[in-house]
């Protein structure tokens, strides 16, 4: 069973945060304290953390400091407000880690939860991704579906690219502009739509099972399973 520790100190937020989590069926524990929260996180068992940027006791990127000090690799999703992001918080990405900034809707915070604990650990090396009948080799740029190349534009292969790396996982909207136009908010354009309708074209061709598909209200996924 999937273990995410909450670290939150809004009563409110931490009872939203724990009802999502368990609707889709993971055991949660929560703290309202960064001290406890550190403790909590460094006895283990925990597949994920999310973590409240202002806390009781410990900030909460003093309790991932320690955390990652201490040799913990638990992957952490910071919850911060919009005047608490900073470089540091921004840096958490790069590190593996995430952050999602408050107010949040549930689904989006379930998706980044999930996207972190699907994660391989540690830098990629893979020169050639695939998932059912499509392969991007990564070097040469190439993409194929089956016994047939595909052209696509490079905003289509990061987009693409995205896509396989998290196969089989709901990408919401903020998630696919932040890998793929590293924009943080959404422009409030169809700049995402316009992109993955030109895509779904070229990847799925009339007579073939789809792959991209829409998951209404919330995003994308990459589904090859048919
Ligand atoms: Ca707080």
């Keep these: ?4 520790l909450v670290i939150e100190d809004e009563e409110r937020t931490a009872l ?15 703290s309202a304290d960064g001290i406890e929260g ?14 409240d940027r202002l806390l009781p006791g410990l900030d909460g990127l003093e309790v991932l ?16 407000a919009l005047g608490e ?14 952050y999602l900034v408050k107010p949040f809707a549930l689904v989006e915070l379930v998706a980044r939860i999930e996207a972190l604990i699907r994660r391989p650990r ?26 047939r190349t595909i052209d696509v534009t490079q905003r289509e292969f990061r987009l693409l690219e995205y896509f396989l790396r998290n196969a089989g996982q709901l990408l919401t909207r903020s ?22 309708g030109r895509l779904r074209r070229k990847i799925d061709c009339e007579g073939e099972a789809p792959t991209i598909v829409t998951v209404r209200g919330s995003g994308w996924k990459f589904d090859a399973s048919e």
């Excluded at 550190?38 to 973590?51: K, N």
């Excluded at 059912?132 to 016994?147: A, I, Q």
């Design 1 to 4: 069973m999937t273990r995410i």
């Design 85 to 98: 992001i900073d470089d540091r918080v921004r840096g958490l990405r790069a590190g593996g880690d995430d």
């Design 65 to 80: 400091r320690q955390l990652r000090a201490r040799g913990s690799s638990t992957p952490v999703l910071m919850v911060s």
């Design 122 to 147: 540690g830098e990629s090396t893979e020169t050639v991704l695939q998932t059912g009948p499509v392969r991007m080799d990564l070097l040469n740029r190439k993409v194929t579906r089956g016994e």
């Design 38 to 51: 550190l403790q909590l996180a460094m006895d283990g068992g925990f597949d994920a953390i999310t973590l």
């Design 175 to 196: 998630m696919l502009y932040e890998a793929v136009w590293d924009y943080k908010f959404d422009p409030g354009t169809n700049l995402i739509d316009v992109h993955i």
């Design 16 to 30: 939203e945060i724990v009802g999502a989590l368990n609707e889709v069926g993971m055991f949660t524990r929560h």
